[in-house]
């Protein structure tokens, strides 16, 4: 029994069991994402087993479920987070004829991004990159890292996890893998490469000391760069330049995707750089384009 009562093998919490073991074998996906999955789901159960008593849910308990969410005040953001957690796992129990149809088929999508992406300005974005010591091996390292994020728009996830084997320098390419181990295939643009073709041949054997790594980038510990290391590299460069403000790895990306929409990048393309599953994500950067126009209007028509 469960600390509530219910039977820990109950239908609802056998389902989310045996969905978050297909998500790990079957799908790949990440630790991250796994444990994403997990918290949505465990809260989903937390709700509906009292009113269950351990059975699954039918389509009138799951919106009083969403229409709960929104009471708690949580973004919109968050709420399309569970809303896709929720659809995954009776998606999957439809696939496996756990149940006949599935009940999140008529669920209203919330409004995603209420809240626009942040990103940094052309001036800001060029301080940072070149805030780094580029005369240490760790400053050659942050800058390139930092020219590739911005180069690409990738996450950061994949920009630690790069391998040697992943960069075509002759051609200009770099193998990434995402969300769910997919791979694809992401262009990077001359001045990023130049920073990283000197990273390679001046910062990143100093890091190493004759020591062997498979990873692009490394600490001075020999090892490949962790998320949290990266991290601190963002902000104490960002302090270097003047940038306090919630900077991020994500920020860059964030700032990639808006500069290219600026410069006329068509959304496909951009979907497909990013490794966005769904165009509709992807989207969210017209909506900051938009934004700016309108701000700039404002600002500067005489009758604004």
């Known amino acids: 029994m469960t600390r509530n009562g219910t039977t820990a093998g109950s239908p609802i919490s056998s389902g989310i069991r045996d969905f978050l073991t297909f998500c790990r074998m079957e799908k790949g996906l990440s630790r991250n994402s796994l444990e994403a999955y997990g918290r949505d789901l465990e809260d989903l159960r937390a709700f509906v087993e009292p009113l269950t008593g351990g059975s699954l849910p039918d389509a009138e308990i799951l919106n009083t479920y969403i229409n709960q969410l929104y009471t708690n005040s949580l973004s919109g953001r968050s709420i399309a987070r569970h809303l896709s957690s929720i659809r995954g796992l009776f998606g999957f129990l439809a696939a496996e004829d756990v149940i006949r149809e599935d009940p999140t088929e008529h669920l209203a999508s919330p409004k995603q991004w209420a809240t626009i992406p942040k990103f940094l300005n052309r001036e800001q974005i060029e301080s940072l990159i070149a805030a780094p010591d580029v005369a240490k091996p760790v400053g050659l390292r942050d800058r390139a890292m930092l020219e590739l994020l ?3 728009g990738i996450r950061v996830t994949e920009l630690i996890n790069l391998q040697l084997s992943s960069l ?5 390419l770099l193998r ?11 262009p990077a643009n001359p001045t990023a490469l130049a920073i990283v073709r000197r990273y390679l041949e001046d910062g ?6 004759e020591r062997r790594s498979s990873f692009l980038f490394v600490t001075a510990r020999g090892g490949g760069m962790t998320r949290q290391a990266f991290w601190n590299a963002i902000k104490l460069n960002g302090r270097k330049a003047g ?5 991020s790895p994500h920020i860059l990306r964030h700032t990639f995707a808006t500069h290219l929409l600026e410069g006329g990048a068509d959304l496909r393309s951009l979907q497909e750089m990013l490794g966005h599953a769904d165009l509709s994500t992807t989207e969210i950067y017209t909506h900051v384009v938009r934004s700016r126009l309108r701000d700039t209007l404002d600002r500067h028509h005489p009758r604004a």
């Open 150 to 152: 911005y180069a690409t």
């Open 168 to 172: 075509d320098m002759g051609l200009g």
């Open 243 to 247: 940038i306090f403000h919630h900077l």
């Open 204 to 209: 990143r054997p100093r890091l190493l000391k």
């Open 176 to 186: 990434v893998t995402g969300k769910g181990n997919k791979q694809r295939i992401v």
